[in-house]
């Protein structure tokens, strides 16, 4: 069996949508506070003790980039855009507050990856989008750490992709940081890294 590869998942660092709690009306241009900023630079150090990484990946929403731009400046690693890697489409959604979904009759907290904003995306439509990049990026790179660097909702809807189901999936919180590894086309469970 050939060396396990090792995809290091990061959430983006606290964006001002974090902060105030809301869907952004302009999810792709969406800013870290400075204290996203700060947690991004702390990855990198916690990323760069625990693991030898070769490249960082990043979604294209402004969050995760500077997340991203961060991690590799920290890291001094080369940094590519995987457009499918973007957060949830969340529709009508956009500019309420987080809490808005629970108004929503058709919103089942158990079941959560099957309920579909108006107008947006299911956590289930986000892992369809997500699982042929994460599964390519793993057969492209077999025995190489890759630093994945995206939002929570894309990190829960690769958790249940690589375990096949949804119970057990988190979303982590700003910059925490999961990792998956690979070996021979198969995925290993996930791990929270815990400092």
């Not at 107008?119 to 289930?124: A, C, P, Q, R, W």
Request: charged share 25%.
């Amino acid at each position: 069996m050939g060396k396990k590869g090792r995809l290091i998942l990061v959430r983006h660092g606290e964006s001002e949508g974090n902060r105030d709690r809301i869907f952004t009306t302009t999810p792709a241009e969406l800013a870290l506070t400075d204290l996203g900023r700060s947690q991004a630079a702390d990855a990198a150090v916690k990323i760069g003790t625990r693991f030898a990484p070769e490249l960082v990946i990043s979604s294209p929403y402004l969050r995760a980039r500077h997340t991203a731009e961060i991690i590799a400046a920290g890291l001094e690693l080369p940094l590519k855009i995987e457009p499918h890697l973007h957060e949830r489409e969340m529709g009508d959604l956009k500019g309420q507050p987080y809490d808005a979904v629970l108004r929503d009759q058709a919103y089942d907290p158990a079941r959560r990856w099957l309920w579909t904003p108006p107008g947006g995306e299911s956590f289930d439509d986000v892992k369809r989008r997500v699982a042929p990049v994460i599964d390519r990026l793993a057969r492209e790179h077999p025995g190489k750490e890759l630093v994945i660097v995206s939002h929570g909702g894309v990190m829960l809807s690769l958790w249940a992709h690589v375990t096949g189901s949804w119970e057990d999936a988190i979303i982590p919180g700003n910059c925490e940081v999961i990792v998956i590894e690979h070996a021979a086309g198969r995925y290993h469970p996930p791990k929270l890294v815990n400092d």
